[in-house]
């Protein structure tokens, strides 16, 4: 079954506005990652914050995490064209088994 | 510099045909996986591999098999091909086993079963 599911779907912004995906998760985490997908292109690793972090920043991203409601966000700030494309939240939950667990993913279009 | 390399990039094959998706990875990573991406899933994950000799089952492994004889390739097949399976697929490798890295994927194979 899925375990992240973003929302919303789809986002479109005017470039230089910041861009806001959100991520909720069902079950316990030991971290989750942000992948970018370009059209025609494959995805991306963006950033990744553990189960005891907070927020994370790296560039004009920032990564915030509640595992209290076992949700992420991820905020792109003065956005670009060149921000468009599409982004994946993923969930690890244990170094044991090792694999991911993607979402569904919310495209985002920024236009010029 | 390393990648990871997908081939090919588009197919169409028939029902019932077999076909091998190749996948070709010179970071020397030990974790390789494959994904189908569809519309209203996401990825999802069909096959891994630990290591040389090491296949693991994912979610949606049903008509597909792999084979890890080192560890640089790790091929995809579509023992006979359903136009359930026309999907667009994505290989991709890791480091080291642990969740808490990053996966590096390739371009992806568009395979339409007709």
């Known amino acids: 079954s899925q375990q992240g599911e973003e929302d919303p779907q789809a986002l479109s912004i005017q470039e230089g506005e910041n861009a806001t995906m959100n991520c909720s998760y069902k079950?316990?985490?030991?971290?989750l990652q942000w992948y970018r997908q370009n059209s025609g292109r494959g995805l991306v690793h963006l950033i990744l914050?553990?189960?005891?972090?907070r927020e994370k920043h790296s560039g004009r991203l920032r990564v915030t995490l509640d595992t209290s409601k076992k949700s992420s966000s991820l905020l792109i700030t003065a956005s670009r064209a060149a921000d468009t494309a599409s982004y994946f939240c993923?969930?690890?939950?244990?170094?044991?088994?090792?694999?991911?667990?993607f979402g569904q993913g919310t495209t985002l279009q920024v236009k010029p | 510099d390393a990648e990871i390399t997908q081939s090919p990039r588009h197919k169409i094959t028939e029902t019932g045909r077999q076909v091998t998706l190749a996948c070709h990875q010179t970071?020397?990573?030990?974790?390789m996986f494959w994904y189908r991406q569809d519309l209203g899933h996401g990825l999802r994950l069909i096959h891994y591999?630990?290591?040389?000799?090491?296949?693991n089952k994912g979610e949606v492994s049903d008509g597909y098999s792999v084979s890890r004889s080192n560890t640089e390739d790790l091929p995809l097949t579509l023992e006979s091909a359903a136009s359930s399976q026309t999907s667009v697929y994505f290989c991709?490798?890791?480091?080291?086993?642990?969740?808490?890295?990053?996966?590096?994927f390739g371009d992806g194979t568009r395979l339409s079963i007709l």
């Open positions: 991709a490798s890791r480091a080291i086993r642990g969740s808490n890295q990053p996966q590096h």
């Open positions: 079950t316990s985490i030991n971290n």
């Open positions: 914050i553990r189960s005891n972090e």
């Open positions: 993923a969930t690890g939950h244990s170094s044991n088994t090792g694999k991911l667990i």
């Open positions: 970071w020397n990573h030990n974790n």
């Open positions: 591999s630990y290591g040389v000799h090491d296949t």
